[in-house]
T-cell receptor, first 115, second 115 residues
């Protein structure tokens, strides 16, 4: 069975400093991994995805994530936080079960960015 | 514009009064899903559909029904809503790439309050 653990429920950074949102996964299969962002009162937007190509994945808005199989991790990073990055971030693992993709969401990490 | 739409976006109802939340996608995706989002729990899958007339239960299907009579539409039906179904609901549709990997695209969400 697949599972995802987001290690921090809240992360606070100052504008201009690096962002690190941690995610560990468990999967019996070769997983696909995603990061989604949800701004207040908005839907979910895909930030980036890993699908067994390059282990360092670049996404939108300057975010990137590195797939580390040995550590079963897929941490999300950004070199310099912007106020507009304040949102909730979800790490997601997927697998194909019965021919259909099943997504398992982490519980989310709320990123707070202070001036 | 490629998108997933949901209606209504906000709904307040009373216990036992049947309701339907519609979901429509214009991307000709075969796969569609419904999720609910609750604080501290992330997103949990309610039902999914692999294609027209093919649906199956997700992780939390109790109290919900779905139908898939057309490829573009995947309505969520609450026959007799209860207060524990107060939640934020997301519809998603999936595109499978040449390697069988999928990326899910989410609707804007429907916030439901059951009194």
């Amino acid at each position: 069975a697949q599972s995802v653990t987001q290690l921090d429920s809240h992360v606070s950074v100052s504008e201009g400093t690096p962002v690190l949102l941690r995610c560990n996964y468990s999967s019996s299969y070769s997983p696909s991994l995603f990061w989604y962002v949800q701004h207040p009162n908005k839907g979910l937007q895909l930030l980036l995805k890993y699908t067994s190509a390059a282990t360092l994945v670049k996404g939108i808005n300057g975010f990137e994530a590195e797939f580390k199989k040995s550590e079963t991790s897929f941490h999300l990073t950004k070199p310099s936080a912007h106020m507009s990055d304040a949102a909730e971030y979800f790490c997601v693992v997927s697998s194909s079960e019965g021919g259909f993709q099943k997504l398992v969401f982490g519980t989310g990490t709320r990123l707070l960015v202070s001036p | 514009e490629a998108q997933v739409t949901q209606n209504p976006r906000y709904l307040i109802t009373v216990t036992g009064k049947k309701l339907t939340v519609t979901c429509s996608q214009n991307m000709n995706h075969e796969y569609m899903s419904w999720y609910r989002q609750d604080p501290g729990l992330g997103l949990r899958q309610i039902y999914y559909s692999m294609n027209v007339e093919v649906t199956d239960k997700g992780d939390v299907p109790e109290g919900y029904k779905v139908s898939r009579k057309e490829k573009r539409n995947f309505p969520l039906i609450l026959e007799s809503p209860s207060p524990n179904q107060t939640s934020l609901y997301f519809c998603a549709s999936s595109l499978r790439d040449g390697r069988g990997r999928e990326t899910q695209y989410f609707g804007p969400g429907t916030r439901l309050l059951v009194l």
